[in-house]
């Protein structure tokens, strides 16, 4: 791994602190990020609301199905957003 990207204790404190739904999207046989720390990352991961899915392959190997999960996940999660009054707010951190 780029030694730049190894910040294994700095991704786990943030990632403790994500709490917004997540979807975490993993190459099995990803040359650039290790399984083990990328299974880690998933479980360090604040929100109660996270999804795992998981396609072999290589880093750059993602299949057009997954680019349809992404796309659903989001949708889904804007959509309740809306229903649940969400939509209506002013954004993150926005003086109410």
Known sequence: MH??????ERMTADASRITAPALFHVQWYDEVFPRDGQLALFDALGSPDKELIGYSG??????????????GFV??????????????????????
């Open 75 to 96: 949708c889904r999660h804007l959509l309740k957003s809306v229903a649940d009054g969400g939509g209506e707010s002013q954004g993150a951190g926005a003086p109410g």
């Open 3 to 8: 030694r730049g990207l190894d910040a294994a």
């Open 58 to 71: 290589r880093h750059a190997g993602t299949k057009a199905g997954a680019v349809t999960l992404w796309r």
